[in-house]
């Protein structure tokens, strides 16, 4: 749905289509892609999209194109986004880079991804484009519809059906967890292998957990930055009386004590037997 012919933005070099004519044939293929799908499944009333690239790099064209394809496709649409608390969105995401075999270390992956938390800037383009179709929400475990984000979500978009039992939700791994995760992915590079394709699975049953804090400096950088958008967000957000939905002081200051985390001599010994352990086992 980006526009093909404009200059690469993060969501072009994050899918990795380095020039005009890959990001063309990207867009030819999703399109037909999504038409033969809708095709396929027959008349139905409401069909969910959920995709966390259209927010995280939402520019005026994007949102602009976006809208269009919707509106050549269904009589109407809705626009619902979930905003999380900017630290915990990050150690979050944290989590997720990690188990996909990123290597940065925490202060380093929040650095490069600040940009994703101007929630303000980032919710601006759909609000030029779809105003009417647009409802933003605080996403507190607390407060969602039986704590669910998939249950929350269908109801406010008036649906009528029940999520699926027992689906698996992307726990965060522990402190410990992504730092062991982490030095098997930088063993990994340093020999030019794979990571075996089992350890994500063994290390989201076995180290999920609290993340690693950020740290202070950057925590009190992110209340700043969030300081300077929250009279916008205020005017945005749907339920701004829920608890604790961008409270700058939780955000600078966290009450919570940091997990304990295991010394470097540790999780370096922790992550080369368990890659040899792993590599062991007998292919399934």
């Known amino acids: 749905m980006a526009d093909?012919?404009?200059p690469s933005n993060g969501l072009a070099i994050e899918a990795r289509l380095d020039d005009v004519l890959q990001r063309a044939a990207f867009r030819d293929r999703f399109i037909t892609a999504f038409d033969r799908e809708l095709t396929a499944v027959g008349a139905v009333d409401t069909a969910v999209i959920s995709d966390e690239a259209l927010f995280s790099y939402a520019d005026n064209t994007l949102a602009s194109n976006a809208a269009a394809f919707l509106r050549e496709r269904f009589d109407e649409f809705a626009v619902l986004v979930y905003l999380r608390r900017p630290d915990e969105f990050l150690t979050s995401l944290y989590s997720t880079h990690i188990k996909g075999g990123g290597t940065y270390e925490l202060p380093e992956f929040v650095d490069r991804n600040t940009y994703r938390v101007r929630y303000a800037a980032a919710l601006m383009p759909w609000i030029d484009q779809a105003p009417d179709a647009l409802e933003v929400v605080a996403f507190d475990r607390r407060s969602l519809r039986d704590g669910d984000?998939?249950?929350?979500?269908?109801?406010?978009?008036g649906i009528e059906a029940v999520a699926e039992q027992g689906w698996v939700r992307n726990e965060s791994l522990s402190a410990t967890g992504c730092e062991v995760l982490r030095k098997i992915n930088l063993l990994c590079k340093k020999r030019g292998r794979a990571r075996p394709g089992r350890l994500r699975a063994i290390m989201s049953r076995n180290f999920a957990g609290r993340p690693p804090s950020i740290p202070m400096r950057q925590r009190q950088a992110l209340a700043e930055q969030?300081?300077?958008?929250?009279?916008?967000?205020?005017?945005?957000?749907?339920?701004?009386?829920r608890p604790n939905f961008y409270t700058l002081?939780?955000?600078a200051h966290s009450t919570q004590d940091p997990p304990a985390e295991l010394d470097s001599d540790t999780t370096d010994a922790m992550a080369r037997s368990l890659l040899e352990a792993v590599t062991r086992l007998p292919k399934q």
């Open 149 to 157: 984000i998939l249950s929350d979500a269908l109801a406010r978009l």
């Open 249 to 251: 002081e939780d955000v």
């Open 226 to 241: 969030l300081n300077s958008d929250h009279s916008q967000l205020m005017r945005i957000v749907s339920d701004v009386e």
């Open 4 to 6: 093909p012919y404009a």
